[in-house]
């Protein structure tokens, strides 16, 4: 047996690209720096067909976020209703930081001298998309960069209603509710997704650390974490209606840092509301060591309930943030494990989180990175070394 193979996201940047992107005022390259990026964008999918040399490679592969400094700092660019002065910190819940301070004080310190990094243009009217042409240019270069790289499907990431939440607090002037902030996002995210979904050959994968990570990140919505769960579960469901289901991947994820992870959230809880997504897989967490228990839950929800038919779980089981290589015969083992849950058949292996999330923050090195996904290519084509 032979599982399909991808990963999640964001991969590394050249350092030239890096430059360019910190001189970027809006967190995202135009066309003068087309050759840059297209080049670093070809790299990356190359990294991905030939991990570690390998003949084969991942089965779905992305452009790695390339041209924008993160998968949500570059909104502003793309949407009307930003203040071009004033900032907005991004909150995090007390237990997030102490959790922090006790299991990774080097991390902690971190963030607290690179504030501004997690510090972002305000809400200062209601959120307008602009235009979808930057959208569509990165879906086309997207397709066209993979077909001429030999990769047999791609994918390019947009956020989810609800990680924006996260990211940009919310200013109760602009946005009264919560829910009123995420119906709002929910009506202009639509206008990206389908502008992605108009490049034909092009799968869309939404990224949703907010039903998971918005345990413990997600300080200011004025509503509990699991009584806001199925409001952004529908947010996403409004916003991906009439979209093509079978070409949409949604991903979940409890935080792409090192430390304890105590006070994330229960899967047993999140797994329902998952299931409820318009999607055709579900891309989340399983080799986070405070996670890779999640598996017994999947098999557990699979017995009580059946799984969804047509829908696939893309198993993170690579973890981005340890430098500990996966054997070839640990990722068949969770993969194996998978399968007795959803189905080999709806069974993909990936990683748990992309491995460059913002431009220049990593959690491993990227010839690290390369022998991860050498192993998850040959573990999931039954390998034992």
Request: proline share 7%; charged share 20%; hydrophobic share 40%.
């Amino acid at each position: 047996m032979t599982y399909r193979t991808t990963m999640t996201g964001s991969w590394f940047r050249p350092p030239e690209l890096v430059a360019r992107l910190a001189r970027s005022p809006t967190g995202e390259l135009g066309p003068e720096d087309e050759a840059v990026y297209l080049a670093a964008e070809r790299q990356a999918i190359r990294d991905q067909l030939h991990p570690d040399g390998a003949g084969h490679g991942l089965d779905q592969v992305s452009p790695g976020e390339q041209r924008v400094t993160g998968y949500t700092t570059f909104l502003p660019n793309r949407f009307d209703g930003f203040s071009k002065s004033e900032r907005a910190a991004m909150p995090f819940s007390p237990e997030l930081i102490a959790e922090m301070a006790e299991s990774n004080p080097a991390l902690a310190a971190q963030l607290g001298a690179t504030r501004d990094a997690f510090s972002l243009p305000k809400i200062v009217a209601p959120l307008r998309y602009r235009d979808a042409s930057a959208a569509k240019r990165a879906a086309a270069d997207a397709v066209r960069l993979a077909r001429e790289e030999g990769a047999a499907g791609v994918f390019l990431p947009a956020p989810s209603p609800g990680v924006i939440t996260i990211f940009y607090p919310n200013n109760p002037e602009v946005y009264p509710t919560h829910a009123d902030y995420l119906n709002g996002l929910s009506a202009e995210l639509a206008k990206e997704y389908r502008a992605i979904l108009e490049v034909p050959g092009i799968t869309l994968q939404i990224d949703a650390p907010d039903l998971a990570m918005g345990k413990q990140t997600a300080s200011d919505w004025g509503i509990g974490f699991y009584d806001a769960l199925p409001l952004h579960v529908d947010a996403i469901n409004r916003a991906v209606a009439g979209l093509p289901r079978e070409r949409i991947r949604i991903h979940y994820c409890y935080g792409n840092y090192a430390a304890s992870h105590r006070s994330d959230a229960d899967f047993a809880r999140v797994l329902p509301e998952l299931v409820r997504l318009r999607t055709s897989a579900i891309v989340g967490e399983l080799a986070n060591p405070r996670h890779e228990g999640d598996l017994l839950i999947l098999q557990e929800y699979a017995r009580e309930h059946g799984w969804p038919n047509g829908l696939a779980f893309v198993g993170g089981v690579l973890d981005v943030k340890t430098p500990i290589v996966e054997s070839p015969r640990t990722i068949r083992l969770r993969l194996d494990l998978l399968a007795k849950a959803v189905g080999a058949e709806n069974t993909w292996g990936g990683s748990d989180c992309g491995f460059e999330t913002f431009a220049g923050m990593n959690g491993v090195p990227r010839t690290v990175a390369l022998q991860k996904l050498r192993a998850l290519v040959d573990g999931a084509r039954g390998g034992a070394a």
